[in-house]
């Protein structure tokens, strides 16, 4: 059966880094991870501060192609809305206010599901007049969970699901030919338990991700043989790569 290249689930689909559900007219975003350019030159790397242009370029992207059908009712920032665990940096600080001030521009309501990363934001969402979700947040109409992915919710709601969405992992994919290698990152869609399970990329421009053919699984949603997950990379658009099982031959 031809599956379709941005379709990912009944009325779900990627576009750029993001997940649209059209059911509900929401936009989920995971992992931007703003402010870690001065956390990384505090520790002597010089990296150039590129985080922030570079989500807003992407977004801008995304917000293009879903507002020729219609507005946003909702976007949903799946956690590491900011990078610093126990502070909000001077960089977070307006990174992230300018952010939310952009986001509130295409949309009606934002809600923040808390990440590992997103201590000591509630003085932000609260001048800004956004919702934390400090599990996840449930989409009742379309039975879809919405959690950062590095705890397994134990609500009533979230057992109720029949989709469960994560963020947290960076899932990316590394191709080789010959000796030339790409890695993209990408969505991951398979079981857990008996539910639907759909991974999010990172939209940082920073935290790429891990490959998920080599390198350590992080979430314990993952901790399971994941040879039978469905792969969707991105790069100008979504590409479909079948299962992680055959990526492995």
Known sequence: MKRSASKLSKGIKAIGLGLWLEKEKALVIADLHLGYEELLNRQGVMFPRINFAEIKQRLEN???????KGAIEKII????????????????????????EFLQGHCAQIILVQGNHDNILGPIA??????????????????IYITHGGEIPKTEKFKKAKIA?????????????????????CFLKGKFMEKELIVLPSISGIAYGTDIL??????????????EFEVWAIEDKPYYFGKIKNLQQ
């Open 77 to 100: 920032i799946n956690g590491d809305l900011k990078h610093e665990f126990g502070t909000i940096s001077q960089q977070e600080w307006k990174e992230v206010l300018d952010m939310l």
């Open 214 to 227: 080599k390198q350590e699984i992080l979430s314990p949603f993952l901790q399971q043989n994941l040879s």
């Open 126 to 143: 609260a001048f800004k007049k956004i919702r934390i979700e400090k599990e996840g947040f449930f989409l009742e109409k379309s039975g």
């Open 62 to 68: 995304i917000f293009l192609e879903i507002e020729k």
């Open 165 to 185: 969405v994560i963020g947290h992992e960076h899932p990316a994919i590394t191709l080789r030919e010959a000796s030339k290698s790409e890695t993209y990152k």
